[in-house]
């Protein structure tokens, strides 16, 4: 059976948000939510199926966010790659990214089928 057509597709606002820089949405099963970041805002958007917008300020850009295999999160923020538990706001340093290149910062991401966290840095400024 062919894939509809976007035209024959209906879709319904979740919830609308002014955001710097959103991507990187990603459904979170176990907590029925969508986890999404505002990269240059250093936020982490958690929201639930009523709409209800939950905002994780990180304090620094973040790049991505990816399901752990436990509650918490993966998170790439400007220097490197975090646990962040969203439930307490703790973050543990996992490995640092770049950290002696003040011009660049992550960018977005995913988990790939294995099980491997893919993202790329990129320039601040967005120069090549």
């Avoid at 929201?47 to 752990?68: F, Q």
């Avoid at 509650?71 to 790439?76: G, K, P, Q």
């Avoid at 290149?101 to 966290?117: C, E, F, H, L």
């Amino acid at each position: 059976m062919p894939y509809p057509s976007l035209l024959e597709v209906e879709f319904e606002w979740l919830v609308r948000l002014d955001s710097c820089l959103a991507e990187g949405p990603i459904w979170d099963d176990r907590r029925q939510v969508c986890w999404w970041v505002d990269i240059e805002a250093g936020h982490v958007h958690r929201i639930d199926r009523a709409g209800v917008d939950t905002v994780l300020d990180l304090m620094a850009p973040v790049g991505m966010v990816a399901l752990s295999t436990d509650t918490r999160l993966v998170a790439a923020l400007d220097t490197g790659l975090m646990i962040l538990d969203p439930d307490s706001g703790q973050i543990i340093r996992l490995a640092e990214v770049e950290a002696d290149n003040p011009q660049t910062r992550s960018n977005d991401g995913k988990v790939g089928a294995d099980g491997a966290i893919w993202f790329g840095t990129m320039a601040r400024d967005a120069s090549p």
